[in-house]
């Protein structure tokens, strides 16, 4: 690979594409410090793109060949608007169905096909070999996220994410495994389901000692993925992509019940924590939705909401811990 | 042996030694200011001082509070939820709700058999229904904050204020003022929107009766009054409110230090 970084916003973007025409996906995630973007996108608009797009006009990411801007929710489409603009950027929209049936994965496979004449455009070419070494690569990953190892200290996975942002997915794998391998929980952790939007280091530091599932795109939701079924590499990749572990933004919440039931019957855990992304309506029926799940299954559930702000960590500081006292205190007995 | 809790909140450092039968020893109550560790260290001497002990004397510290971090010389840090529903419990053990008004934010908590707390809801984002929201407001209507019970439990009528923003509400204060409307009847109803806040706080942890009130709010007879009516059940009273979170960690010290001899 030698053909420079494309930049993404949504793990629906698939790396094995990218990884395959000879370039470097790396995701664009919130910065350690919030960067100002009032300017370019309404204080009324998703922190996490927001702070996305004064991080890469600040020059807090590496160059760039092509950013990749899936349409997950309006938030995105107002930065592909304002990134379409810009001389600076070559910027690809990924229009994102919002279902998940033969319809939609027949539209997706059609972007995917769009989006690698676009990554020829910029110079890349899908290389058989590099392509099929990438599935082999991701697949892997989802190996290691799919059985019952996905429990883990919360700040490493982060870590780990941000480490290997922008690396090929084997040395991400190689590291995963070994973290997984040698993992060391402290005695007594409680296990905590953390769920909603991507959260912030702050909450991930808060939660450092305690055994983590990362229900979120920086965790299971973003490195699992469906069955490889179809004809064609784009039909097979649209259908994996569509039929992993869903983000709150399809409308069918049936399938992260599912999930989440699934995990119940497989992991002890003790309570959630929904992370509450302010201004993403995505989060607040998702939220809903949970609540009801959860109290249903007679576990404790937190929400915590925030805007990724690093100054708001004290705030949900005693929120958190004492969700964490409650949890070890025994419950209603 | 002495056993001790702090409590270092937004607006005073509370501190409270307990012996082994966990009856109250000393405590005291001072400003926490600028310096919260320089606070925890001046409320600590004076709550000795007045048991007539010294440092020597404590088996165990625990901080609570918003400030908890801050005190290094702490053994161990528990949040102020946890606090206040030991030390409610210690004092009402038939207590199933603590209701805590401090002077930064406001809890409503839900206690299990055991006495300890299961469910909580907080309200940690803005001054509405707080003490520093009382205080904005006296400064408004040119009264100390102790004096506010006094004149609102002389009120005939309420004045509904429309604004739980404590920035809105000092606006809404002033023009009421303005219009010509009774201060005694501006203040009851303040009190009834302090206690309006804090029932749908009650609410989102399904209370139950009985319901003890702690936090520097609960001196306030206006207060307590209005949220009795809004609860529909009688408040249990500490007879001194703000000294809670401290006894509560104070029982956690003495527990933890049971746990370490055994």
């Known amino acids: 690979m030698s053909g420079g970084r494309i930049g993404f916003l949504c793990t629906y973007t698939p790396g094995e594409l990218i990884e395959g025409a000879g370039f470097n996906p790396y995701r664009l995630l919130p910065p350690s410090e919030a960067v100002g973007s009032e300017d370019l996108l309404d204080s009324n608009l998703c922190p996490y793109v927001r702070q996305v797009a004064g991080a890469l006009r600040s020059g807090y990411y590496p160059h760039f060949q092509g950013i990749v801007i899936a349409r997950s929710c309006e938030a995105s489409l107002h930065f592909y608007n304002i990134l379409s603009r ?11 169905p919002r279902q998940r049936g033969p319809r939609a994965q027949k539209y997706f496979q059609a972007q995917l096909e769009n989006l690698t004449k676009w990554l020829e455009e910029l110079g890349g070419k899908l290389n058989e070999e590099e392509l099929s070494s990438s599935l082999d690569d991701y697949g892997k990953t989802r190996e290691l996220f799919q059985d019952t190892r996905i429990r883990a200290k919360g700040v490493d996975i982060f870590q780990l994410a941000s480490e290997y942002n922008g690396r090929p997915r084997r040395d991400f794998n190689a590291a995963l495994e070994g ?21 912030p280091q702050g909450l991930i530091n808060i939660l450092e000692g305690e055994e983590i599932i990362l229900d979120t ?40 019940l599912n999930l989440f039931s699934r995990l119940l019957e497989t992991q002890e ?21 949970q609540k009801k799940f959860w109290e249903d299954q007679n576990v404790p559930l937190l929400k915590v909401k925030t805007e990724l702000g690093r100054g708001e960590t004290g705030q949900i500081l005693t929120r958190v811990e004492a969700f964490l006292e409650t949890l070890e205190e025994g419950g209603e007995e | 042996m002495l056993y001790a809790g702090i409590d270092v909140g937004s607006l005073s450092t509370d501190v409270v030694l307990v012996d082994s039968d966990l009856q109250i020893k000393g405590y005291s109550i001072i400003p926490t200011g600028a310096d919260s560790k320089k606070a925890a260290g001046e409320s600590l001497d004076e709550a ?25 010389f702490a053994s161990d840090r528990v949040t102020e939820i946890t606090c206040h529903a030991r030390g409610a419990n210690r004092l009402f053990p038939q207590a199933k709700t603590v209701i805590d008004i401090g002077g930064q934010d406001s809890k409503a908590i839900r206690l299990n058999r055991r006495g300890r707390a299961v469910d909580f809801a907080m309200n940690d984002k803005c001054a509405a229904g707080t003490g520093r929201f009382l205080e904005v407001m006296a400064r408004a209507l040119e009264l100390d904050l102790e004096e506010l019970a006094g ?21 809404e204060v002033v023009s009421l003022i303005a219009e010509g409307n009774p ?18 706080l009650a609410r989102r942890i399904g209370y139950q009766s009985p319901v003890v009130m702690t936090g520097g709010v609960a001196k306030n007879a206006g207060v307590i009054r209005a949220l009795e009516e809004k609860l529909e059940t009688e408040l249990l009273i500490p007879e001194e409110p703000q000294i809670i979170g401290a006894l509560g960690a104070a029982v956690i010290a003495f527990e933890r230090a049971q746990k370490e001899v055994s």
Do not use: W
């Open chain 1, 86 to 96: 810009e001389r600076d950027f070559n910027v690809f929209l990924l229009d994102l």
């Open chain 1, 179 to 199: 973290f997984l391998n040698e993992k060391c929980l402290e005695e007594n952790a409680l296990s905590i389901l953390l769920t909603g939007a991507i959260p």
């Open chain 1, 217 to 256: 795109c920086l965790g299971l939701r973003g490195f699992l993925r469906g069955e490889m079924q179809g004809k064609n590499l784009f039909s097979r990749l649209s259908h994996a992509y569509l039929n992993r572990p869903p983000c709150p933004r399809f409308l069918d919440g049936e399938d992260r």
């Open chain 1, 269 to 289: 855990i003790q309570g959630v924590i929904y992370h509450d992304l302010g201004f993403c309506d995505v989060s607040s029926y998702d939220f809903l939705i």
């Open chain 2, 48 to 72: 000795l001082s007045q048991a007539g002990a010294s440092q020597e004397d404590i088996g165990e510290i625990i901080a609570t509070g918003y400030g908890r971090i801050s005190v290094s």
């Open chain 2, 151 to 171: 004149h609102s439990l002389k009120a005939e009528k309420t004045v509904p204020i429309s604004n739980m923003c404590a920035v809105f509400a000092e606006s």
């Open chain 2, 183 to 200: 201060r005694e009847e501006i203040i009851k109803g303040l009190h009834v929107s302090v206690a309006e806040r804090t029932l749908s």
